[in-house]
């Protein structure tokens, strides 16, 4: 997780993400925010976030984010 915080915080430094949770609901995340985001978390983390995984509910927090990583994870292990 602190791994996530500290990309984040590369790609929005005035933002606090240990307290946002309405990242997305309250538009504070814009759509290059988001696909900034999602391209270095797959890159980062080595998984495959797609374009049905880009809602508000994976995306409003740090926390979901990391659920979603996760997520991905043991989908990925599943799979080997």
Do not use: C, Y
Not at 34 to 51: A, C, K, P, W
């Amino acid at each position: 997780m602190e791994k996530l915080l500290e990309l984040l915080s590369d790609i929005r430094p005035d933002l606090d993400f240990s307290k946002e949770d309405r990242l997305v609901d309250d538009s504070i995340f814009d759509s290059f925010d988001i696909i900034t985001t999602v391209s270095e978390i797959n890159e980062i983390f080595n998984v495959g976030i797609n374009v049905a995984d880009l809602t508000s509910e994976n995306l409003n927090s740090a926390t979901s984010m990391w659920d979603l990583i996760i997520r991905h994870k043991q989908k990925k292990g599943a799979m080997n």
